[in-house]
């Protein structure tokens, strides 16, 4: 069963697959289906592939297949979702399914802020966005943080660097993983599980390991890529 968003956003899809051979932008459906923000549009696409009404293309941004339809979506004369427009373009016959593959290879993810003392990562989402070498990802969720401080040098992470992060709750010992300590602080630390405690050592010999009990902690992603910009 779907909700309505994600309904209209398989048969916005769906659409504009039949009319251009090519799937819609994350900005192209954020407007479609009037959401504040891109992650609302990551959320949508990520129910819809793991319900397998549509799969992701390997290193494509924006290479997305629509497996199935619901059956009250079959049906003939089903309302389409369309970006508003005074001059709706006129439909282009479908490309050759090669063109498909050609489509762009970078992918928006919402840029949260910086992962610094102070706010959990649900409270850093905002409308900032960061386009992501799709090679660097692999299936799932992602979002990025702005590194702050020097506690992973040692890892190759510095300050200002962009981890992206992909969202899971949990995570095996020895990955760098973005860890809400008391629902007040996110931080970027190696995850170990000794004794009953978790521990969240940092790459930094300056720097001492974390303990805290099980409670207290709560993973919010794994490192899943690292970009860095040169000024």
Known sequence: MLTRKQQ????????????????????EMKAALALK???GVHRLINALEER?????LPNRARALEVLRLPE??????RPALTLASSNPAPRRPAPHPQAMLAANDTVVVP???RIAAGLPVEALESD?????PAALLGPGEHYALEVSGDSMIEAGIFDGDYAL?????????????????????????YLHREAGIIRLDPANSRHSPQRYR??????????????????
Do not use: M
């Open 8 to 27: 209209e956003l398989l048969i916005f899809i769906d659409e504009r697959l039949k009319s251009d051979g090519v799937s819609p932008s994350f900005e």
């Open 111 to 113: 840029l949260h802020g």
């Open 128 to 132: 900032q966005s960061l386009s992501v």
């Open 72 to 77: 009250a979506l079959e049906k003939p004369g």
């Open 52 to 56: 397998q009404f549509i799969r992701r």
């Open 165 to 189: 992060i992909r969202r899971c709750e949990d995570a095996r010992d020895g990955e760098i993983v973005v860890a809400l300590i008391d629902n007040s602080e996110a931080t970027l630390k």
């Open 37 to 39: 923000s891109k992650s």
């Open 214 to 231: 099980p409670d207290q902690v709560r993973i919010q992603g794994r490192l899943a890529g690292l970009l860095r910009r040169y000024h």
